[in-house]
């Protein structure tokens, strides 16, 4: 099995409404600026990434509280954003509120 877990520091840029699967599952769609310097190749490069982000159940329910410019701590994994897309999704799976 592949491992496919990030764990990012990042603020909240934009939310969607909370809306419901035709299950009644919470389903909450946001996306987060990340912010970080990193060290490549022994020299220190600025990070910048913008990612959409989608997360389910309860915890959609608690992030549904958040607000624009709150920042989060969040882990989860990365998925395509549907069958035919070749964009990435960050599934949200938990996260703190800093």
Not at 17 to 41: A, N, T
Not at 64 to 87: E, P
Request: glycine share 6%; net charge positive; hydrophobic share 40%.
């Amino acid at each position: 099995m592949s491992t496919n877990s990030i764990k990012l520091f990042a603020t909240i840029t934009a939310r969607e409404v909370l809306r419901y699967s035709p299950s009644g599952i919470p389903i909450l769609k946001f996306s987060v600026e990340h912010h970080s310097e990193q060290m490549e190749d022994q020299s220190q490069r600025r990070v910048v990434l913008n990612l959409d982000c989608i997360v389910f159940g309860d915890r959609a329910l608690k992030l549904d509280r958040s607000c624009v410019g709150q920042n989060l701590t969040l882990i989860g994994f990365l998925m395509n954003k549907g069958a035919r897309s070749k964009w990435p999704v960050f599934n949200v799976q938990g996260f703190d509120e800093n």
